[in-house]
Structures are given as C-alpha cells and as structure tokens.
C-alpha cells in the first residue's frame, strides 16, 4: 500500500477496503455478506444500545519472514467469542463462521497488511450486536456478527519498554461470577474512569484487585497480569478474569523454557517478591512493568525502568518470531492464509 507510513501506524482504527457480516434473523444466520460499508443501520431500540448486548474480540494476521501471512490462533478467538455469546444469550456463531470471516477479510484487505520488517501487522475485529428492538430487558432474537481489519503500528515504536501502573483500590473492573470471563463492551466502560485518572497522573496501566475481597492481584487494564520468580511464571486464577489468548500462549512457551508455571490467586503483598512482572494482551503481547504505584497507601513497587527482564523478553521473542514465521511453529497457533 503505496499511501501508508508503516513505522508511524498507532493503534488505531484506519479504513481498508472490505469487511463480512453474518445477520441472524428469524432463527437463523445468512450466508456470509462481503461489503465495503463502514457503517450499519439498527433501530433506536435495538438491545445492543440499551442493554448492553455487545461481545468483540480481537486478534492480528502477520507478513512472515517467509513472506506468508499468519493469522494467530484464530480458532481460540473463535471459541472465545462463542462463550462471551453463550453468556449474553445471543446466538451462537460456529467456528467456522468465525474462521471464515477472519480469513475472508485477510485475503480481501491483503494490500493493508504491513510489510516484513515495520513491527506492523493487521488487526482483526470480530464484533457482535444484539439488534431486536424492543423495550424489555430479555435476550435478542436478532443479531449481527461483523469481521473488519485495520493495519495497526508497533506497540513499541521504539523497542520494547517497562510501563508505570496505578493500582485502584477505589473500583473494581468486574465482579466476582459477573462477565469478567468474557470479552464484552460492558467490562471495558467499566475500566474508563480508572484509566482516565492514572493517564493524568503519568500511569500507562491500572492494576485491579479482585472485587470480592481487594486482596488478590486480578487484571491489569484490559491485559492479563504475569510475575516472574524463582524459575516460575505464575498468573492470576479467579472467575473474572479474561482467559487471554496470549497469556495461554506465554504460559506454554514457559513450559518450553523449562519454567514452572502457576496459575493461581496472587495475594497483593505477594507482588514486591517478583523478580519481573508485566501485562499481557494481544496488542503489545507484553508490557514489562518497571514500576507499581499504590495510590491509597502511597507506596512504590519498583521492578527496573531502565530495562526489560531477561525472561519476559525472551517470551516476548519467542511469541514474535512464532506469529512472523522466524521459528518452528511446534504447536500449530498459526494459520497460514496467503
């Protein structure tokens, strides 16, 4: 693509050619729509607007080395969202919609996907609305599955860097057997205000605790959180906590390494003994964590600015060269797409 600056992409949302849809209506779903509109045309009533009704899930396609194109564990994002469906009580997509949709708009927008070499890659958003209109709370007998693509930058422009988190004892990001296991909009409008206030004192990140009993490390933003001591990679285990496809990822690629891995409740008073910490999500793959601050207690964590830990970054390498087709893809992430 002649037109785009790869090294400057942020991560944001930038038009490309096509996006597919499926509707489901009267009891089942249509064949799958191609369409270069941006925009979709819903009642003032629709379920999604008022009740919340509303699931997405994200993840990228990559130009290898070997100049293929990988889409990253696509069948993991697929069966994610059937379980954020399964709890709103939408209707159900299969994997294969799913799939197919997200291979569909790679091959369609194969002029936005990033050259080898930008740090770039294409972004995938599969989202889902509830659409029947209507006044009562109940579930939607209506619903619109869309797949869109948008060429995204390097997290880090300029290599990766330890962030400074802002732990908010003030909210929770959500409750104990609520939705905090699945990807839906409801969980992120809870998560703005605390952002917005770490942002304006300097903090890139939130850190939460578990909302039952404000003892346990839970989410970090909308990433997993991971720590790293004594040869192990522990991360938190609770009912609302995203199963990140990343985390998934890291964890077996810590296994490879010959590193113990713990996934279990992290008391807070805990965290001053990790060697590295971080966050984890499908946008940055891992944010090191140089620095904690406890705004309640006015207290610092503080795990190393000036660089990255040797074993998060070798994670974060490890990861990256298997989604660009630099390593041996030993346990089948990637599908191959063009």
């Known amino acids: 693509m002649e037109n785009i600056d790869w090294g400057s992409l942020g991560f944001n949302y930038l038009k490309t050619d096509w996006n597919v849809r499926y509707e489901f209506k009267d009891g089942k779903w249509s064949d799958m729509q191609v369409t270069s509109d941006e925009y979709i045309q819903m009642h003032m009533s629709a379920s999604c607007l008022h009740y919340g009704l509303e699931l997405f899930e994200g993840l990228k396609a990559f130009r290898g080395a070997d100049g293929k194109v990988r889409l990253f564990r696509v069948k993991d994002n697929a069966a994610r969202l059937q379980s954020s469906a399964e709890r709103l009580c939408l209707p159900v997509p299969t994997i294969d919609m799913i799939v197919n949709a997200c291979i569909e708009v790679v091959k369609r927008n194969e002029r936005f996907i990033p050259p080898y070499g930008t740090g770039a890659s294409l972004y995938l958003r599969p989202v ?32 990766i ?11 929770d990001r959500a409750a104990p057997r609520g939705t905090g296991d699945v990807k839906v909009g409801g969980n992120y409008a809870a998560s703005i205000l605390s952002g917005v206030h770490a942002h304006e004192r300097g903090y890139s990140n939130v850190l939460y605790l578990d909302a039952k009993e404000h003892k346990y490390i839970e989410e970090c933003g909308a990433a997993n959180f991971f720590g790293i001591k004594n040869n192990t990679y522990v991360t938190p285990k609770s009912p609302s906590i995203l199963p990140s496809i990343t985390n998934k990822s ?28 971080g966050a984890c999500g499908t946008a940055a793959v891992i944010s090191p964590i140089g620095m904690v601050y406890d705004m309640e207690n006015e207290k610092t964590y503080n795990f190393g600015m000036d660089k990255v830990g040797k074993t998060s970054m070798e994670l974060y390498t490890r990861l990256q060269d298997i989604q660009y087709g630099r390593a041996e893809d030993k346990h089948n992430w990637c599908t191959i797409v063009l």
Do not use: H, W
């Open 128 to 159: 889902m609305f509830g659409t029947t209109a209507g006044l009562g709370v109940k579930p939607a007998n209506d619903a619109l599955l869309i797949v869109y693509a948008s060429p995204v930058g390097a997290y880090f422009k300029e290599g």
């Open 250 to 277: 890291l964890r077996q690629l810590a296994e490879d390494m010959g590193l113990k891995v713990e996934n279990r409740e992290i008391p807070f008073e805990e965290l001053e003994t990790f060697e590295e910490c």
């Open 161 to 171: 860097k330890p962030i400074k988190v802002a732990l908010d004892r003030e909210q």
